[in-house]
């Protein structure tokens, strides 16, 4: 076998990040909880850096009198923005509440109080020989036998427990729990499995108060503070020492410049949202209209993914509850809205053709694919849906 070299040419084109914007990147995506950890960590490496928080900033009038165009109301209505004030670190306790207790902690409270010393001892036994539905694992006997607890005692155990609200609890069977309950039900049933709570903070606030929405973004901004001693650093800037505050000064502005950009495109989505769903927002509507990634993205001026970045993980808190902002992104109220509208066109005219309900749907503002159509068709003929 021969061997030989060969020497080519080849012009490939790739995009490349630099570090600077990869990091502006990674702080676009990171929700509030996770910014200000992030934002910790780099005040403490850049000694010209420091956490603030920024009090009520109007939107521009002009862009305030564009909105009023887009609301079908009588309403005036004004959006705000505004910084969530940092006296709590973060947390709006009103929002919080502290884990519940799971069903095995709330049975031994109980059992606590009602029972006495043996027969808490008992109890522990049985409790560690019952499974998640609140069956024991072994015969009554076997617990005794193994244990060395007279039979009578844990007889007597289970039906203290039993007779406060807790029937079923203890069985030997399924069968025998459910004669006991006469119901479906185990004794666990509601209660809390004990594991830790994942909380929401959200980056998004859509609030309405006397006749105005106001929508506000949680974030975390940061200063640059320059003192005596750092700006004669500065001036030096052969020294060790001044070309190291100077690089640390340039990062600085860097990370003020993200920032801003950041809330920035949180805050548009926002507004997007309140101009397109204020109905929806005031209960009026049961329905949302979607937002579209590249409508904001050519708004802003930004790819999508940036758009995409910013919605990823994050919660939009409303009048009508807390979402995830993807949610009101996602095709879902889209798909349902089309197929009432198929199922209605269809029923005033079922021979109309699928292409013909493709062009009627996209006079209404939806735009789905002529075999989608047929999909969503034969589902509602199916009932499928």
Not at 11 to 35: I, T, W
Not at 242 to 256: C, D, P, R, S, T
Not at 286 to 307: C, G, H, N, Q, W
Not at 355 to 368: F, N, T, W, Y
Request: with cysteine.
């Amino acid at each position: 076998m021969k061997l030989s070299h060969n020497l080519t040419q080849r012009l490939e084109q790739k995009l490349k990040l630099s570090l600077k914007v990869q990091q502006a990147l990674k702080l676009l995506q990171f929700n509030c909880l996770e910014l200000k950890s992030e934002l910790n960590g780099i005040v403490e490496e850049n000694p010209l850096l420091e956490l603030e928080r920024d009090e009520y900033e109007l939107i521009p009038e002009e862009s305030a009198e564009e909105k009023e165009e887009d609301y079908d109301t009588r309403m005036d209505y004004n959006i705000y923005m505004r910084e969530i004030r940092d006296d709590f670190q973060g947390w709006d306790f009103e929002r919080i509440e502290g884990p519940q207790p799971s069903f095995e902690e709330m049975l031994s409270n109980l059992a606590y109080y009602l029972l006495e010393d043996a027969e808490f001892q008992a109890f522990e036994t049985l409790k560690e020989n019952m499974d998640e539905k609140g069956i024991l694992k072994k015969k009554l006997k076997e617990i005794a036998c193994e244990y060395n607890f007279p039979l009578k005692l844990l007889e007597k155990v289970i039906q203290q427990i039993r007779e406060v609200g807790f029937e079923g609890i203890f069985s030997e069977s399924l069968e025998e729990m459910k004669k006991l309950r006469g119901d479906s039900l185990f004794p666990t049933s509601g209660y809390e499995d004990g594991m830790p709570i994942r909380y929401i903070e959200p980056d998004l606030f859509i609030d309405f108060n006397d006749g105005n929405f106001i929508v506000s973004v949680r974030d975390y901004g940061l200063t640059i503070k320059i003192d005596e001693t750092y700006k004669q650093c500065l001036q030096e800037l052969n020294s060790e020492a001044g070309k190291y505050l100077n690089e640390k000064l340039q990062e600085a502005k860097f990370y003020v410049n993200a920032l801003e950009k950041r809330r920035s495109i949180l805050f548009s989505i926002g507004w997007e949202l309140v101009k397109k769903n204020s109905a929806f927002f005031l209960g009026q509507k049961k329905r949302f209209i979607p937002l579209k990634m590249t409508e904001i993205a050519e708004k802003k001026d930004v790819v999508v993914s940036t758009v995409s970045r910013a919605v990823k993980g994050k919660y939009v808190q409303t009048p009508v509850g807390t979402f995830p902002l993807r949610y009101f992104f996602g095709s879902a109220q889209t798909r349902q809205d089309a197929m009432e509208m198929i199922a209605e066109l269809v029923k005033e005219n079922p021979g109309l053709s699928d292409s013909k309900i493709a062009k009627i749907l996209q006079q209404r503002g939806i735009k789905i694919a002529r075999r989608t159509i047929n999909k969503y068709r034969r589902m509602l003929f199916s009932g499928e849906v």
